[in-house]
């Protein structure tokens, strides 16, 4: 019998450590964070009549993992925000003010800049 | 048969403390890895000074426009006041050519201008979260003259998960 209870708390050691770096390996934080800054930055840098793709692919599995159907990327008042899972979403302000509109098509990210 | 029960006590204990030692170990190496922050501000400044650069300056010439009084940085730069008020700072200098301060702006969050300037001289800082700064001065021309325009960009846009 004890050595039941030792081989089964072992076994759960292992299963929850195993748990712990698959969860963090599958990257939803760092997949929000490196998304919304990278955006962000085309934003800054991007000029009137500008039209940017953005292979959003890694999000779109993240999200589908995380069992999440909402909007993954929302770009509006000078904010970008990137959610992958309903537990919050990463979010990062950009200063340029041109006039932005952003749409999803396939797996690309796209991103309209006009005066 | 009594010793051998210890032994496997013992054994037990030891076992337990190795796995609580190697559990810690890789949370703590998974956790810095993984919550490591991506700084993007010092490429921020950068762009913030081109931003301005691009709009004060066409093909090396100076825009005529800046010495009007009633410029507005903001809407000609197609820069949110708002979002610089709260997260940047940049500072623009025009020198005639005998040094003189010809115009000047200031935006933003003016106590990053210090940190800015300590920053600039290459001071070393312990501040984790001080804001990351470009400078950048170039040689213009207005009505035919040499001048000079130095731009002091800033930038502490962190951003941040909202729950």
Same mark, same amino acid.
């Given at each position: 019998?004890p050595?039941?209870? $030792?081989i089964?708390?072992?076994?759960?050691f292992f299963? +929850?450590?195993?748990? $712990?770096?698959y969860?963090s390996a599958?990257?939803?934080?760092?997949y929000?964070e #490196?998304?919304?800054? %990278?955006?962000?930055? +085309?934003?800054? #840098?991007?000029?009137?009549d500008?039209y940017l793709v +953005?292979?959003?692919?890694p +999000?779109?599995? %993240?999200a589908?993992e995380n069992k999440y159907s909402?909007e993954l990327v929302s770009?509006k008042d %000078?904010l970008?925000?990137?959610?992958?899972?309903?537990?919050?979403?990463? #979010?990062?302000?950009y $200063?340029?003010?041109?006039?932005i #509109?952003?749409?999803?098509?396939?797996t690309?990210l796209?991103l309209?800049?006009?005066? | 048969?009594?010793?051998?029960?210890?032994?496997?006590?013992?054994? /037990?204990?030891?076992w337990?403390?190795?796995?609580?030692?190697v559990?810690?170990a890789?949370i703590?190496?998974?956790?810095?890895?993984? /919550?490591?922050s991506?700084?993007?501000r &010092?490429?921020e400044s950068?762009?913030?000074?081109?931003?301005?650069y691009?709009c004060? @300056?066409?093909?090396?010439?100076?825009n005529?426009?800046?010495?009007?009084?009633?410029?507005?940085?903001?809407?000609?730069?197609?820069?949110?006041?708002s979002?610089i008020?709260s997260?940047?700072y940049?500072?623009v200098?025009?020198?005639?050519?005998?040094n003189?301060?010809v115009?000047?702006?200031r935006? &933003?969050?003016?106590s990053?201008?210090?940190?800015?300037e300590?920053?600039?001289?290459?001071?070393?800082?312990?501040?984790?979260?001080m804001v990351?700064?470009?400078?950048?001065?170039?040689?213009?021309v207005?009505?035919g003259?040499?001048?000079k @325009?130095?731009i002091l960009a800033?930038?502490?846009?962190? &951003?941040?998960? @909202?729950?």
């Open positions: 019998m050595e039941l209870v $030792f089964t708390l072992n076994i759960l299963v +929850l450590v195993s748990l $712990f770096i969860r599958s990257g939803s934080l760092v929000e #490196s998304y919304a800054k %990278n955006i962000a930055l +085309l934003l800054d #840098s991007a000029k009137p500008m +953005l292979d959003i692919s +999000l779109i599995e %993240n589908e909402g770009v %000078n970008v925000k990137v959610q992958l899972d309903s537990s919050g979403s990463y #979010s990062l302000n $200063f340029s003010n041109y006039s #509109s952003s749409r999803v098509e396939g690309n796209v309209e800049v006009k005066k | 048969m009594r010793g051998k029960k210890g032994g496997e006590k013992m054994f /037990s204990l030891w337990f403390l190795v796995l609580a030692v559990c810690v890789i703590s190496g998974v956790l810095l890895y993984y /919550s490591a991506i700084d993007v &010092g490429i950068e762009i913030l000074s081109s931003r301005i691009d004060f @300056i066409s093909k090396g010439n100076l005529s426009n800046v010495f009007d009084k009633d410029f507005d940085l903001f809407k000609e730069c197609r820069i949110s006041e979002v008020n997260k940047y940049f500072r200098k025009i020198f005639d050519s005998t003189s301060i115009k000047e702006f935006k &933003g969050v003016a990053y201008e210090a940190d800015c300590i920053q600039i001289e290459g001071k070393k800082t312990e501040a984790k979260n990351q700064c470009f400078k950048r001065i170039d040689n213009v207005y009505s003259e040499s001048y @325009i130095e800033g930038s502490n846009n962190l &951003g941040g998960r @909202i729950k």
